[in-house]
C-alpha cells in the first residue's frame, strides 16, 4: 500500500526536470496523476521517465482562470475528486531591481504568483467539498532571505509564500492544508550548465524535493499548514 493510494493529485508544471522526478514519485506512492503542461518539447522526456499508468498530460495555460477551472471540473467529473494540487509550474530570471524592466516583472509574476492563486483558487471548493485536500507550493530561498541579483524573482516567490500563509488560514476549518517548499539551487541539467563551475554535490536533488512533497500531500501530514519547508542542501 502507497502513502496516497488512491489519491488524485494535479501537478502543475509536471513535466521539466523537477516535475518528471516528482511525478514518479507520486505515482509510485500510488497516486492518479494529472500533470499540466505548456511547452510541447518537454513531453518526450516526460513520457520516457513516467510511467502510463495511473498518469495523464493536459496542455493548459495556468494564468486562465477558465483553462484551470475546466481541468479541475473534468478531473472531478472523471475522478470523482481532487485530492493534492502541487504547484510547481514557476520561471526564474536573473536581474537587480534597476536591471529588471517591468515586462520581466510581470512575466515572473504571472509565472509564480498568479498560476498558483489561479489553480489554487480553482481546486478549492472541490476540496472544501471533500473536507480533505492537501495544496503545496513552491517558494524559494532568496523569497525568505533575500538574494541580490535576483530581486524580481525574490519578490514573487515571496509572494507565493504569502499567499500560502493566506490560504492556509482561510480553509483551516475545511480539513485542507497549504504549505510550501523552499528549495535552494536544485540538481538539474539546466542549472549544471548555467553554472558549470559549480559543485553541483551541494545542491538539492529532484528526489529529496518528491520525498517531501510526498510527505506533504499525506495523510500524516494533516496538521501542518501554513509551513514553509527549506530544503537547502550544502548550498
Known sequence: MGTLDGHVALITGGTGALGRVVSAAFLAAGARVI?????????????????????????????SRADVEALVARIVATHGRVDVLLNL???FAPGTI???DDRELDRLFAMNVKTAFVCTRAALPAMIRQQRGRIVNVTARPALLGGAGVTAYAITKAGVAALTRAVADEVREHGVTVNAIAPSTIDT?????????VDPSRWVRPEEI???????????AGATSGAIVPIYARA
Open 35 to 63: 500533470v499540466t503542461y505548456l511547452v510541447d518539447a518537454e513531453l518526450p522526456g516526460f513520457d520516457a521517465a513516467v510511467p502510463k499508468e495511473r498518469c495523464e498530460t493536459a496542455k493548459v495555460e495556468l494564468t
Open 89 to 91: 509550474a514557476g520561471g
Open 98 to 100: 534597476v536591471e529588471t
Open 189 to 197: 541539467p539546466a542549472n549544471r550548465a548555467a553554472m558549470p563551475d
Open 210 to 220: 518528491a520525498a517531501t512533497l510526498v510527505f506533504l500531500a499525506s495523510d500524516t
